[in-house]
């Protein structure tokens, strides 16, 4: 095991890197800044629906600044991911580097500590993991939204990820520089029980990463032992009496799969908090706190 700084990590033209697609990100880009555009000339020509004159203030123009405003989230995540740093894993014949800062983050400092290495002698088998996750909706329990997730798993021959689980840690409170910091939560690798390193791998209807993990646990193969693939179901709606440990661990479950709204929803309906305290309580499991 080994710690690379991003100008350390050691990279070939003959690597499999496997980053997320901008492909979404555009696509959404594309919807959102026609559906803006379109809205905008309506209120600046007036817009007739139905025999309807609609009015060109709120309506028109509150929905064109709405629609830019996502357009720009989106365009956001298409910067993001058009970066040298949008990959998590890196493999070639010596071995795999793990990236386990977000390629989101990419403004956070190059000096730090980011990434992971194994040659492939540390790498008892890896497998694939489908979840079916089960969280609170709109509703609360009443109304659950089903998450469809998958991951890579290593599992080391040694399980002490101790070092590891440190820097995962330290990640976590990690800030960009500057007065006016963007951090985003997320955090595509975990550290399981038994030595298992898990990468988030897609989040079905958003998240991917590319290839496939049936093609990167086909070129793995040559080199290290692999494992079938599982199925797991998760349900994180609201136990009937938590325990704070319970509750806790809970919504740090949702938050570190990507579904941060999930883990205010839950955090509002264990513990009754404003919607302010909910996000300011999740973003502090999120750092460690």
Not at 75 to 89: D, S, Y
Not at 158 to 172: I, M, N, R
Not at 222 to 238: I, N, Q, W
Not at 257 to 275: E, F, N, P
Request: aromatic fraction near 12%; glycine fraction near 12%.
């Amino acid at each position: 095991m080994r710690f690379y700084r991003l100008g350390e990590i050691p990279a070939r033209r003959d690597d499999l890197v496997c980053k997320a697609s901008a492909t979404g990100a555009f696509i959404w880009f594309i919807v959102f800044s026609g559906t803006g555009l379109a809205l905008l000339l309506l209120g600046i020509n007036g817009a007739t629906i139905y025999g309807l004159n609609l009015p060109s203030g709120f309506f028109l123009y509150g929905g064109a600044a709405t629609f830019g405003l996502l357009a720009w989230a989106a365009w956001g995540q298409i910067r993001a991911r058009g970066k040298p740093t949008n990959w998590l894993l890196r493999c070639n014949g010596n071995g795999v580097v793990i990236k386990y800062r977000s390629f989101e983050n990419w403004r956070f400092p190059a000096e730090d500590e980011q990434a992971v290495g194994f040659d492939y002698s540390e790498v008892a088998w890896i497998r694939t993991v489908r979840e079916q996750r089960t969280a609170p909706g709109l509703g609360g329990n009443q109304n659950q939204q089903i998450q469809y997730l998958t991951y890579l798993d290593f599992c080391l021959a040694d399980a002490d990820t101790s070092a590891l689980e440190a820097h995962l840690q330290a990640e976590q409170k990690a800030e960009p520089p500057g007065r006016f910091k963007t951090i985003y939560r997320d955090y595509p690798v975990d550290v399981l029980p038994g030595g298992i390193v898990r990468l988030r791998w897609r989040i079905d209807g958003g998240y991917g990463i590319h290839p496939s993990p049936g093609k990167v646990i086909q070129y793995l193969g040559r080199y290290v032992k692999t494992a079938g693939a599982e199925s797991t179901r998760v349900d994180l709606t609201h136990p009937g009496n938590p325990s704070p440990e319970e509750g806790d661990a809970h919504i740090l479950a949702l938050a570190k799969s990507g579904d941060k709204m999930g883990a205010v929803k839950l955090t509002r309906q264990i513990y009754g908090s404003s919607l302010s305290e909910a996000v300011a309580f999740v973003e502090k499991l999120q750092s460690g706190g």
